[in-house]
Each structure stands twice: as structure tokens, then as C-alpha cells.
């Protein structure tokens, strides 16, 4: 049962361009959401991450967003630079305070020059 | 540097045989969680500590698999009798229980190969 869904395995956009990383999940129970960034061969690197109290919240470049009726966030990369290259992992945790993350399968993310 | 350090960065060991995983988090952390990664697949958890308490433990975590954090700091992760089907990346993370949500900083994982 993969609670955290991240349907699109890639992803390519132009230098300069917006990107925009999708993740759905199913537990009504998760309330705290989370974006990390992954390159080969090393540990997963928090990026950003948003309450569910919020629908929105901004760190630099990077916008997340979330609907909660609809059980849907998405990543908002604007402008992509080629460093953004790398693969990126929609995160949950539940109320139940324990902070365990449950991830989406992740999303290949290629910034082209 | 006070990230979360993992060791070794790389195992291969033969299957059958034991092997353990070291993890030391953040210092000021009091959490500390382990997940597993495959190739294709997000993070998947394991267990986790509040101090030196294993709180939970994951369907993943067979008997062969045991984790201690034996005074509060660092932790290991043991599995015996290693099958190939344990190939993966372990991930260690830290996180502090001082505010309601907080996120979890990574170690760079162990990569474990079992031929």
C-alpha cells in the first residue's frame, strides 16, 4: 500500500525554466509534509517542507504547495539550474508525533544547460 | 562537521555472515531513525530510538535485524545471516523532539552488497 505516490518517475526542463514535482498520498492522517533532494551515492538532503495548517510555503527558489482536499503537493522550482539535477523524494509523517517519514518512490529531475 | 556520520560507507560481505552498521546523529538529536533504500524505491523505515528507547520497529525489521542505541548517542544496526535480498542502502537520520514537526537530517547511508 504506497501511501506516498509520486507518479512521475522524470522529469526534464530547460536552465531557467519552472519545474514542478507532484506527489499524492492517501492517509488523512499525515500532517506535515516534506521535499528532499537526493544525488547518487549520498543521504537524502532536506529541501523544504510545509504543515498541513498551510497551503503554501516559500524558501528561495523552492515553493511547495499543498491541497489538501485534493491529497496533493507539488515542488515548484523556479528558476531551475543545472545543480537542481538530481532526484527528489515527497516525504509524510502522521499527528501520531513519532516523526517517521514515509516516502514516494522519488522523481528524476534533469536540468538541461 | 556535525552532520549525522555514518559507517562504513560501503559493506560487501558474503551471504550468511553478520554484519553491522554504525550511526552516529547529530548531538544535540534525541531521535534517531533507520530506513532502508532500494534501487528505484523511496526510503523505507525501519525503527526508531528516542534516546536510548526503541520505540517502534518496522514490518521490514526481521528477526535477523537488531538496533541498539545502547546510552542515547550513537546506534548500530546489526543483521545476521545475510541474504541477498538485504542489498540495499541503510539510512541513518536524526531529528530532535523539541517542537511539534521538525525534519530529519540524513547520513550519507551504507551501501551494502550481498553476494
Known amino acids: 500500500d504506497q501511501q506516498v505516490k509520486q507518479n512521475s518517475p522524470s522529469l526534464s526542463v530547460q536552465e531557467g525554466r519552472i519545474s514542478i514535482l507532484n506527489c499524492d498520498y492517501t492517509?488523512?492522517?499525515?500532517?506535515?509534509f516534506l521535499w528532499y533532494k537526493k544525488y547518487p551515492a549520498e543521504g537524502p538532503t532536506f529541501l523544504i517542507s510545509?504543515?498541513?495548517?498551510?497551503d503554501k510555503n516559500e524558501d528561495g527558489r523552492f515553493t511547495v504547495f499543498l491541497n489538501k482536499s485534493a491529497k496533493h503537493l507539488s515542488l515548484h522550482i523556479v528558476p531551475s539550474q543545472p545543480g537542481d539535477s538530481a532526484v527528489y523524494f515527497c516525504?509524510?509523517?502522521?499527528?501520531?508525533?513519532?516523526?517517521?517519514?514515509?516516502f514516494g518512490q522519488g522523481t528524476t529531475l534533469q536540468v538541461k544547460p | 562537521d556535525t552532520g549525522v556520520s555514518q559507517d562504513p560507507r560501503h559493506k560487501i560481505t558474503k551471504r550468511g555472515q553478520n554484519v553491522t552498521f554504525r550511526c552516529d546523529p547529530i548531538s544535540e538529536h534525541n531521535r534517531l531513525y533507520w530506513y532502508r533504500q532500494t534501487l528505484g524505491q523511496g526510503p523505507e523505515f525501519l525503527t526508531y530510538f528516542q534516546n536510548e528507547a526503541q520505540l517502534e520497529k518496522s514490518r521490514l525489521l526481521s528477526d535477523r535485524f537488531s538496533a541498539e542505541r545502547p546510552k542515547g548517542s550513537f546506534s548500530t544496526l546489526e543483521i545476521q545471516r545475510t541474504e541477498q535480498g538485504d542489498s540495499a542502502m541503510y539510512l541513518c537520520a536524526s531529528s530532535s523532539r523539541g517542537r511539534m514537526n521538525t525534519e530529519a537530517f540524513f547520513g550519507q547511508g551504507t551501501r551494502l552488497t550481498v553476494v
Open positions: 516525504a509524510a509523517s502522521a499527528s501520531d508525533n513519532t516523526g517517521k517519514l514515509i
Open positions: 492517509n488523512s492522517m499525515f500532517d506535515y
Open positions: 510545509i504543515s498541513s495548517i498551510k
